[in-house]
């Protein structure tokens, strides 16, 4: 009896000591491959614009311009810049209140009032001087910004039409949150202007097109849109 039992002993110590290599193998392989395949697809799925001018033309199309018209337009009270408008563009929740800096350049809220115009309609809303801004209304002006004029909408167009660039694909309109993060505005807006004939365009070639026409500014060729 004394025999038997020191040999009953030894082995449960060496069944304990092999499983314990195994795993701590296993972890360190599966760390390495995990990583790899996560980081491979997002790449080809945001193809990255080689120029600001690419950039531009990627982001336009998923800005929100809408014909609206100025059903209301008044001096803002604390702004001697600013006018304060309400611009129906065909939405359910009625005319949104926008602020344009327009007062320098148009003597009367009468010159305004009745107007169809464009409108930016999926920026964030802000406050101007305390008055809801929630859109921006979009004009023709000099490189000095010393004379503005509003862009001049084709008659038959209605409120609530949205712009399309010429060739560009039609795209559905970014969240304002997504035009703030991604910065769309920024990559786009020193890219309008007017060509020689006055028609408003993204890079001079992708016209503001609406199935009533074309957008433009007769007395402002080659000029700025913002």
Request: charged share 30%.
């Amino acid at each position: 009896s004394n025999t038997a039992a020191p040999k009953a002993k030894p082995p449960p110590k060496v069944v304990q000591e092999k499983p314990k290599a195994p795993p701590a193998e296993k972890k360190k392989e599966k760390k390495p491959k995990a990583p790899k395949p996560a980081k491979a697809p997002p790449a080809p799925a945001l193809p990255e614009p080689s120029t600001p001018e690419e950039a531009c033309e990627q982001a336009a199309p998923l800005l929100d311009i809408r014909v609206g018209t100025v059903t209301k337009c008044w001096e803002h009270p604390e702004a001697e810049k600013l006018y304060c408008e309400e611009i129906d563009i065909g939405e359910k929740e009625g005319p949104r209140t926008i602020a344009s800096g327009l007062r320098p350049f148009y003597a009367s809220a009468d010159l305004i009032q009745g107007r169809q115009v464009l409108v930016f309609a999926n920026l964030k809303a802000r406050n101007m001087q305390g008055f809801r801004s929630n859109g921006m209304v979009l004009c023709a002006s000099t490189p000095d910004h010393s004379k503005v004029e509003l862009l001049a909408v084709p008659d038959g167009a209605k409120n609530g039409d949205r712009v399309r660039f010429g060739d560009l694909k039609v795209m559905e309109a970014a969240k304002p949150a997504q035009v703030q993060k991604k910065k769309l505005l920024e990559k786009v807006i020193g890219y309008l202007k007017t060509d020689s004939k006055g028609v408003a365009t993204v890079l001079g070639k992708h016209a503001f097109t609406l199935d009533a026409g074309v957008i433009s500014a007769p007395n402002f060729p080659d000029s700025v849109i913002g």
